[in-house]
């Protein structure tokens, strides 16, 4: 769906740096889990299953909105190629960010390990206790949190050279958007 405004919706916008926050001390709190052991690594765990849900929550939220309210359209010169790359990244974005935690959550259900929300708060097993199971989706959280990575980084890339070198206003529509006081959306476009 595209929207007729330069920007995303605000609340889309807000979402999306709650989630970018959210993702990126995930990444890292990710990494700390298996470069240690000991108290670090169950302080980190304790860390990591909470925010994975909240994560899945905040996406289960963003979705509907961004399908609800649309984005707005890619400038007109931008390769077509570059354009259904842009659409394509985004899916697997969203794939990504719901399907990290689900994977977790499975992982854990299947090595009969509960979610903890909090020290009294546990979410249901979605899946039966099965080891073959539980190593199969580690291996599968791995691996998707790899390419997540390299896909988060391919966006980031893409929002810079948006911002920085064709300057075109893309980045700006999911940052500060296009309308400022007293300045009409023409001038506005020719300040990128």
């Known amino acids: 769906m595209s929207r ?15 989630m970018a926050a959210a993702v990126l001390a995930m990444l890292f709190i990710g990494v700390g889990m298996v470069s240690t052991t000991g ?12 925010l994975g849900i909240a994560i899945l929550l905040l996406v289960l939220l963003r979705l ?3 399908i609800m309210t649309g984005a ?14 842009a659409v394509a990244s985004h899916i697997l974005l969203y794939l990504a960010m719901a399907g990290m935690p689900l994977i977790g959550w499975a992982m854990l259900s299947a090595g009969g390990y509960p979610v903890l929300l ?11 206790r099965d080891l073959a199971l539980y190593a199969f989706l580690r291996q599968a959280h791995t691996v998707v949190a790899l390419l997540f990575f390299a896909l988060i980084l391919a966006h980031l890339s ?11 206003g893309v980045l700006r529509s999911m940052t500060v958007g296009h309308r400022r006081a007293g300045v009409s959306p023409k001038q506005d476009d020719a300040d990128d």
Do not use: C, E, N
């Open 4 to 18: 007729h405004s330069p920007d995303f919706h605000p609340a889309l916008r807000a979402l999306h740096w709650l």
């Open 39 to 50: 108290t670090a690594y169950v302080t980190l765990l304790a860390l990591h299953r909470p």
């Open 64 to 66: 509907p909105l961004r």
């Open 72 to 85: 707005p359209a890619l400038p007109d010169d931008l390769p077509r190629i570059q354009k259904r790359a």
């Open 118 to 128: 909090t020290k009294s708060m546990a979410l249901p097993a979605i899946l039966p």
């Open 158 to 168: 893409a929002a810079l050279m948006h911002g920085l070198i064709r300057r075109d």
